[in-house]
């Protein structure tokens, strides 16, 4: 295999066996087949870090959602995430997030936990990808009560690509840290009202509930929106990672194809954003437009 395809093979096998017993940077170079320090060049030359970096970055992030989602005791989280005591394991939780494990469990604020995008990411996102016209796409009507919009606005980005590369990817694992958010961090086409000076109508950002009013990440910023109903479109999962894009445009295709008037329904994209979730193989393509009833 040639290096790209190596990094990719590596993310592979840590992603299903960061929790085994005896994980390691050495269990990845051994299932790779190249040495630390190749992919270490490997890595830095397409993910910007070192394999190290890279795993630590993953069990750190599992980590943090095991404080928040068992009543595990830090000590028995920290050996879980192969640290041999408390006080190492909180000082590398600490250094990533700039909140210790006990504070984090208490406080329950957003973090930057790590999202690892494929190494191939960008080249998929570049290059063509094929519509299976086959496929099913389901429309799901969500009620959503009066709440609030924690967002990232652009400069000048238009897409999801472009705004990861004027902003980085890091909003994903952070906006996903929230847990009072009614879905998954999304890519947001604002609506005029969040338009500001300086500012364009490509965002990153979650919904939560109204009375949400914990300290926000530097950067961002939250808005109210009102009642709507969200018109959710929906793909199949898909097996291979690589025909994301694919799916993304299926659903696309899917809302511009649908006969809101004839199910009673209006776009409302004064009143609320948009929202891309992306695709993810179990999952599928998601995603959703503001509307009212006619």
Not at 2 to 8: I, M, R, S
Not at 26 to 34: E, L, P
Not at 124 to 129: A, D, N, P, S
Not at 149 to 171: D, Q
Request: net charge negative; aromatic share 12%; hydrophobic share 35%.
């Amino acid at each position: 295999m040639n290096g790209l395809e190596a990094v990719v093979a590596a993310q592979a096998f840590i992603k299903e066996h960061y929790n085994d017993d005896g994980f390691g940077v050495k269990a990845v170079t051994g299932a790779v087949g190249y040495s630390r320090r190749q992919l270490d060049r490997l890595f830095k030359k397409y993910l910007q870090i070192t394999l190290f970096e890279y795993i630590n970055a993953v069990v750190l992030s599992s980590s943090a959602e095991k404080l928040l989602n068992t009543e595990n005791s830090v000590i028995d989280v920290a050996l879980e995430s192969h640290y041999d005591s408390h006080e190492g394991y909180t000082r590398s939780f600490a250094k990533r997030f700039s909140i210790t494990p006990d504070e984090y469990r208490k406080s329950r604020i957003a973090i930057p936990l790590f999202k690892p995008y494929p190494a191939n990411h960008s080249h998929l996102l570049k290059g063509e990808q094929i519509m299976d016209n086959t496929a099913v796409c389901t429309v799901i009507p969500v009620d959503r009560p009066k709440r609030k919009l924690i967002y990232l606005p652009s400069k000048s980005a238009s897409c999801y690509f472009s705004y990861c590369e004027e902003v980085g990817c890091g909003w994903e694992g952070l906006l996903n840290s929230i847990p009072e958010k009614f879905d998954t961090a999304a890519i947001l086409d604002l609506p005029e009202f969040l338009h500001e000076k300086g500012f364009g109508s490509t965002a990153a950002g979650v919904e939560v509930p109204y009375d949400y009013d914990k300290p926000l990440p530097e950067g961002y910023k939250v808005a109210e929106l009102s009642e709507c109903t969200m018109l959710y479109f929906q793909s199949e999962p898909f097996e291979n990672p690589d025909d994301f894009g694919a799916y993304i445009g299926q659903v696309f295709k899917a809302k511009e194809n649908y006969s809101f008037e004839r199910y009673s329904y209006k776009t409302a994209s004064d009143i609320a954003p948009a929202f891309n979730f992306g695709a993810e193989p179990e999952t599928g393509a998601r995603i959703a437009v503001p509307v009212i009833k006619l």
